[in-house]
């Protein structure tokens, strides 16, 4: 089924107009996805560098409140739900280590998963930024609005992509899929 995929897969290109950054996109099944972290920042949305660092910006993308997450998608592309998540892994693989391994970076499915870390807590001394090449967490759209968690996709270097949840506060990449 994979190497079905992977002949389908196309490759493409797309401005954010709010920024002109360009980012690379990979369309799998019938869903486009970004295949890059979204590293849109404004004084708008909740969304910071990992270390504030704009180099790591610039390869990793920012991290996101949930809040943020849920409006920091360009116009035409939208945060993904758990269901549309669960598509994903899908069409590309039967279980988490099969997910990994295809939709992290080089993993030959074009969606190029990064482990950028994340943050999550404010302590008192600023942002306390944990895993950056160790975990990858992405935002979904997919909460409770009374409830303080949300769903996220996760990437570990345990060779493992699954479905978790994390408190809305804490700071997490997004990965936008086309409308």
Known sequence: ???TLLCEAQN????????GKIYKTVQIGKQVWMAQNLAFT???IEAVCYWNSSAVCDKYGALYTWYAAVESCPK?????????????IGKVAGDKKTAYNVL????????DGLLGGYVSDLGLR????IGLEKFGFYWTSSAKQSSADASC???TTLQSAKMNKGKKGWL???RCVKD
């Open 153 to 155: 996709f996760q990437f």
């Open 172 to 174: 997490m990449s997004v």
């Open 126 to 129: 600023g942002y306390h930024f």
């Open 12 to 19: 493409d290109t797309f401005v954010d107009s709010r920024d």
């Open 76 to 88: 035409g592309w939208h945060l993904p739900s758990q269901i549309e998540f669960d598509s994903l």
């Open 42 to 44: 404004d004084t708008l």
């Open 1 to 3: 089924m994979f190497a």
């Open 104 to 111: 992290i970076l080089g993993g030959g499915s074009g969606f």
